[in-house]
């Protein structure tokens, strides 16, 4: 999600709002390092590596050393640039995460500094990964007068932070302050209007690609990628006191997007909305797939067993279970405050392939290959990834620490036998990337059509297990080694994870109960 914010007289919106058109924005996710590298070379360079942690490291576990309880997360930046303009977009930590989103910018144009916070308030609907425009309310928090002391721009951010969690105060505070956005244009407006435009990516109902990302003109998806805008509107009284005795410059306006002093940037401003990091970074696998075998808890070995039991049976076609956990009512509260009631429900396919439940609270499934299809179903198709990816995405962050997919698949070295696999993920961003690289592989840019194509990179695939159906996992995991997934085995009830030696490359196993 984009958002353009700037701040003119309202006879001049359209020619501002056409001229950021004119120009063409562009936007990605940068590392750590190349945004350390930026920085320093910034004329005007913010000390906010205090508040900087990343949640893959130590560091996470303590306050950043700052000694705030606002944490920046670096885990995912996002760079936009548009003309002679670049922003810097991350997540923040703050105790009020759990109900809000909250994003820092940093932003530069002609070696001018500044930054602005953003706080948005999802409705109980919209989720970062949603693929509708934000629903919520949206606080944009200025901070002017940028500063290269380290103790006194702490004190202003942790002030921002502080202000934006209590709600913005209307607007007065530090720098600009916050204040709430509005869709109706506030015509009585005893100050100055701010105008934002929500410019929001929209990625396609198939989860394949953003807008921005390469794919084919043919996308036969219900929803296409697309970008969608929305109008909001604050009004910002021009009668606070700016902190320290800070005066506005002639010509600047403040809380319309410009600073005081040497940070004036100019009146537009881009950022886009950025999520924390996923749940599924801390919790341990082998806990998630204990838990589900669990007879007091989610007890799946009743439906394991179940599809293990139609392989001997040697059923001809696909069967699935998908699992949700619906919201548990809490009558005290009068509100959803948990995930608690288990739901499976059941499928029947056809020879290779079935039907598996996705939404926001479908968190597991797991399916069956037909001893029929030998020995290219022993193991998960292309398919099975890219719907495991496409589950992943549209399930809430609550669950995605929990997400994973099991398979019931015949052994290809002895039908009658079987093994269960289960996958999940690692990172999703490679998944992602890796499943649109292949999908748009020059091998099958000639077969136009969705569902042949498909039958191609299915085909393919089969033929190269048959081939190595002596070592089908190792086979898996070095075909799949840029996924972004892991595998799993269960083995007399245990789960052991199945991963290559990083000297030969050959398969091992990690045994969870170790």
Not at 250 to 266: I, V
Not at 391 to 417: C, H, I, R, W
């Amino acid at each position: 999600m984009i958002s353009l914010i700037f701040s003119c007289e309202k006879d001049l919106y359209e020619d501002a709002i056409q001229q950021n058109h004119d120009k063409q924005i562009n936007i990605k996710q940068i590392s750590l390092e190349q945004f350390n590298s930026k920085l320093i070379q910034m004329k005007h360079k913010p000390e906010i590596e205090g508040f900087m942690v990343s949640s893959n490291s130590n560091s996470f576990q303590n306050r950043a050393s700052s000694g705030s309880e606002f944490e920046i997360i670096t885990d995912d930046i996002k760079e936009i640039t548009q003309g002679d303009y670049t922003s810097y977009t991350m997540y923040v930590k703050t105790p009020d995460t759990t109900n809000s989103i909250y994003n820092i910018t940093i932003e530069e144009v002609n070696d001018n500094t500044s930054l602005f916070l953003t706080k948005y308030e999802p409705s109980n609907n919209w989720t970062i990964t949603s693929t509708r425009n934000f629903e919520g309310n949206i606080i944009i928090y200025r901070i002017s007068g940028i500063t290269n002391d380290p103790v006194v721009l702490t004190s202003l951010l942790t002030e921002a932070f502080e202000g934006l969690q209590e709600g913005g105060n209307n607007g007065v505070g530090v720098g600009s302050g916050g204040s709430s956005t509005s869709n109706s244009y506030p015509y009585d407006c005893n100050g100055i209007v701010q105008t934002t435009l929500i410019v929001e990516a929209i990625m396609c109902s198939e989860f394949v690609h953003w807008p921005w990302s390469p794919t084919e003109s043919n996308c036969t998806a219900n929803e296409k990628a697309k970008i969608v805008t929305t109008y909001l509107y604050e009004c910002i009284p021009t009668d606070y006191t700016p902190i320290d005795g800070d005066t506005p410059n002639p010509g600047d306006t403040p809380g319309g997007g410009t600073n005081t002093g040497n940070n004036n940037t100019g009146g537009t401003s881009l950022t886009t909305i950025v999520g924390g990091p996923a749940p599924d970074a801390t919790k341990d696998p082998c806990k998630v797939f204990e838990e589900a075998l669990d007879p007091l808890k989610q007890n799946l070995n009743h439906y394991i067993n179940d599809l293990v039991a139609k392989h001997q049976q040697s059923v001809k076609n696909e069967v699935s279970y998908s699992f949700e956990k619906r919201p548990q009512y809490d009558p005290d509260t009068d509100a959803n405050t948990a995930f608690g009631n288990y739901n499976a429900v059941y499928k029947d396919g056809g020879p290779t392939s079935v039907y598996i439940n996705l939404g926001t609270r479908w968190y597991s499934s797991i399916h069956l290959h037909p001893k029929d299809q030998e020995e290219a179903s022993g193991i998960f198709s292309w398919q099975d990834i890219r719907t495991f990816k496409d589950g992943y995405l549209q399930v809430t962050d609550d669950l995605k620490g929990e997400y994973s997919m099991m398979l019931v698949a015949p052994n290809p070295l002895n039908f009658n036998q079987y093994n269960v696999y289960a996958l999940r993920i690692n990172d999703i961003n490679l998944l992602i990337e890796a499943i649109n690289n292949e999908w748009n592989s020059s091998k099958w840019l000639n077969i136009t059509d969705e569902k042949k194509r498909l039958e191609a990179i299915q085909k393919a695939l089969g033929k190269d297990y048959v081939n190595n159906k002596n070592n089908l996992a190792q086979f898996f995991l070095q075909k799949f080694s840029n996924y972004g997934i892991s595998l799993f085995q269960l083995q007399n009830n245990q789960w052991k994870e199945l991963v290559l030696n990083n000297t030969n490359n050959e398969l091992e196993e990690k045994p969870c109960n170790n």
